[in-house]
């Protein structure tokens, strides 16, 4: 049996516990939500032995073929936009999608939550995209409080909207950031709230850069997990997009949208704050290289194949 949207009717758990709890039956429930782990407690409380959460994620690179990327990119990973006729249909269904969230879903989660204050905050998150989270300044901006802000936040996250990128601590001797980086997870919605519909648009936008950061972001969390996953960044401004932890070893990403990757002082710099075993430069192109003994120019296409 399936049911969708069980968030919205949590008193079902409790008959799902008994009716899993049963020797005599061996019944199966595939149960779908846009909540995350996290929000859904009482599942995790009366379900605990019995579940398994799949967090799934729109279409991937690999799913949709190397050659449509910057369609993925543009229109995002939700089926009915991905799929859509054209960009400015892909654009109309985002808008009925975002609108449907912000009325329907958000309230399911937090019913005291206000749809048009969320929908201001929505748009903030999008111009702020892959920005270290200032709660004080979007307060400001918005006119409330940082604990309005960081509950709206959560409602975010909770819906799986955005993704929260915790910092790297664990460096003494270093004055780093601490706070998380925020990245909308779906770039055809983080485009739609920019007001973008076709590429040769976001190509021109000063979010180009942070969009390709999110989008790729994206797309290698998905292939390697979240688990252990951080950036780095200290005051005194060397970062790193992404740090994984597997196998006991250090890896590192930075995602830049460059036709020619290079090198910076900041990558070599991260690999020897972070004692990384490789560092990866994600690009848009097709060809991989090398940039030097410990750093690897490498197409995005191509994420999903590295192993640790």
Known sequence: MIIDEIQR????????KR?????????????????????????TEQLSDTIRFIDVSGFTLDEIGFNNQNRLWIRGGLPRSYLSRDDDAACRWL????????????????PRANPSLLEQFLGMVAHRQGYIWNASE???????????????RDILLGSMMVRSL????????????????????????LHYLLGLTTFSELSTHPCFAKSWEGFALEQTVIAHGTHNSYFYRTQRGTELDLLLLRTGKRWGFEFKCWDEPRTTKSMHIAIKDLDLEHLWV???????????????????????SLGF
């Open 166 to 189: 915790p910092a790297w601590l664990d460096n003494l001797g270093k004055r780093l950031i601490k706070s998380p980086k925020i990245y909308l997870r779906d770039s055809g919605i």
């Open 95 to 110: 808008d009925s999608f975002v609108r449907s969230y912000l009325e329907r879903d958000v309230l399911s989660i937090d």
């Open 9 to 16: 009717q949590p008193e079902l758990l409790s008959i799902l």
């Open 19 to 43: 009716i899993g709890e049963d020797p005599n039956r061996q019944a199966r429930f595939l149960l779908t939500g846009t909540a995350s782990i996290e929000v859904l407690k009482g599942i």
């Open 282 to 304: 994600i690009y848009p192109g097709s060809r991989s290289f090398a940039l030097s003994e410990s750093i690897t120019a490498l197409p995005l296409r191509q994420v999903s």
């Open 138 to 152: 979007i307060g400001n901006s918005l006119g409330i409080g940082t604990r309005a802000v960081n509950r709206f």
